[in-house]
């Protein structure tokens, strides 16, 4: 049985997160994605307990006091959280456990779980970064200012995660980045 392995997925909105993490799925045996508890409403085509699990702001807030969750933050407005109990049942089946959460998160993963692998995935550059944000169509002019804002602040702390890969061509960040879990799921 291959060990089982936490990996989080960090970097900006817009730097090519959910386009990898859906890669990896694919390639990636044994790979499972958590889904994070949200305060938020969902977007056009998102259903509960598949993309996220959506809760009130009571609920979160009961989920953390009970321990429920292996991290949470604030971000953009909301509250995200990665539920404990799922993701530790597929670790103990030997599953790669891919986390896609923002770099407050990860670093909470970190400190409880020495163990997880933190892999921050960067844009090739801020312009590049704000081009695929407005391309996407589903932010307004304060929210694209927020997460250029943010993405600088999540930037400056990438050398704190265990590997970077620049996500300049979907195709290679994604074979560079199997290439990695693979390495971490024999050892």
Same mark, same amino acid.
């Given at each position: 049985?291959?060990?089982?392995?936490?990996?989080?997925?960090?970097?900006?909105?817009?730097?090519?997160?959910?386009?990898?993490?859906?890669?990896?799925?694919?390639?990636?045996?044994?790979?499972?994605?958590?889904?994070?508890?949200?305060?938020?409403?969902?977007?056009?085509?998102?259903?509960?307990?598949?993309?996220?699990?959506?809760?009130?702001?009571?609920?979160?807030?009961?989920?953390?006091?009970?321990?429920?969750?292996?991290?949470?933050?604030?971000?953009?407005?909301?509250?995200?959280?990665?539920?404990?109990?799922?993701?530790?049942?597929?670790?103990?089946?030997?599953?790669?456990?891919?986390?896609?959460? $923002?770099?407050?998160?990860?670093?909470?993963?970190?400190?409880?779980?020495?163990?997880?692998?933190?892999?921050?995935?960067?844009?090739?550059?801020?312009?590049?970064?704000?081009?695929?944000?407005?391309?996407?169509?589903?932010?307004?002019? $304060?929210?694209?200012?927020?997460?250029?804002?943010?993405?600088?602040?999540?930037?400056?702390?990438?050398?704190?995660?265990?590997?970077?890969?620049?996500?300049?061509?979907?195709?290679?960040?994604?074979?560079?980045?199997?290439?990695?879990?693979?390495?971490?799921?024999?050892?």
């Amino acid at each position: 049985m291959r060990k089982g392995n936490l990996f989080v997925i960090s970097g900006p909105s817009g730097a090519g997160k959910g386009t990898l993490v859906s890669r990896l799925l694919e390639r990636v045996p044994g790979a499972w994605v958590s889904i994070s508890a949200t305060t938020r409403a969902p977007r056009e085509g998102e259903v509960d307990g598949v993309h996220y699990l959506f809760v009130d702001d009571a609920e979160f807030d009961r989920m953390v006091e009970e321990g429920g969750l292996l991290e949470w933050a604030q971000v953009h407005d909301h509250k995200y959280g990665t539920p404990r109990a799922l993701v530790e049942s597929h670790m103990a089946v030997g599953d790669q456990v891919i986390l896609e959460i $923002d770099v407050q998160g990860g670093f909470q993963i970190k400190e409880k779980n020495p163990d997880a692998h933190l892999v921050f995935i960067e844009p090739p550059s801020l312009d590049e970064l704000e081009r695929r944000l407005r391309g996407r169509g589903t932010e307004d002019e $304060d929210s694209v200012v927020l997460r250029m804002r943010n993405a600088e602040l999540e930037l400056s702390r990438k050398m704190e995660y265990d590997i970077q890969f620049v996500n300049d061509d979907i195709d290679v960040c994604t074979d560079e980045v199997v290439s990695y879990i693979e390495r971490q799921a024999t050892i």
